[in-house]
């Protein structure tokens, strides 16, 4: 069986997987992870810091669940553990591996051009926003940081482009 627990730096013990980190959010959402869970990697939070984002980041998808018409959001990556990030190819100071990003879908509001679209022309506070291709995959990204960019992006066959593209 994966291994996706939480451990604090702070005291070693476990975090349930359960801890609300909002309303709508839990912190086993931004742990989950396909490939966590193909590789046997313990994606666990490092340290307070990280737990301290993955709260306001959980707090951001409140405001992003309440403009999409309170549907339900599905975190399809959330939080990334260095050894998980590594495996997926993320940069090393990817705002996922710090707790500042989730990526998701929402089907009972749209298509992820439709919600990246929406939110981009909200006042949700985000650092990037980022409409996601590959291949047949879709999906949003949204970050969150201190002094954030309001940046919004569509990744396209591995190139970033200014603004939301079909």
């Known amino acids: 069986m994966p291994r996706s627990s939480v451990a604090r730096a702070d005291s070693l013990t476990p975090a349930p997987r ?10 086993a959402e931004f742990l989950k992870s396909e490939t966590a869970n193909a590789r046997n990697i313990e994606n666990t939070v490092a340290n307070d810091e990280h737990m301290a984002n993955l709260y306001t980041t959980a707090s951001i998808m409140e405001l992003v669940r309440a403009k999409l018409g309170n549907k339900p ?19 090393p100071d990817s705002q996922h591996a710090l707790g500042q990003a989730c990526d ?4 009972q509001y749209g298509t992820p051009l439709e919600i990246a679209a929406a939110i981009s022309q909200s006042t949700v ?17 949204i970050s969150q940081r201190p002094n954030p960019r309001r940046q919004v992006l569509t990744l396209h066959k591995g190139q970033y482009v200014p603004g939301i593209v079909a």
């Open 125 to 141: 506070p985000f650092d990037q926003l980022i409409y996601e291709k590959q291949g047949d995959s879709r999906w949003v990204h």
């Open 104 to 107: 998701f879908v929402c089907p």
């Open 18 to 27: 359960d801890t609300k980190l909002s309303p709508h959010f839990t912190l």
């Open 73 to 91: 959001i599905l975190v399809t990556s959330g939080y990334r553990c260095p050894e998980l990030n590594a495996a997926v190819g993320g940069v």
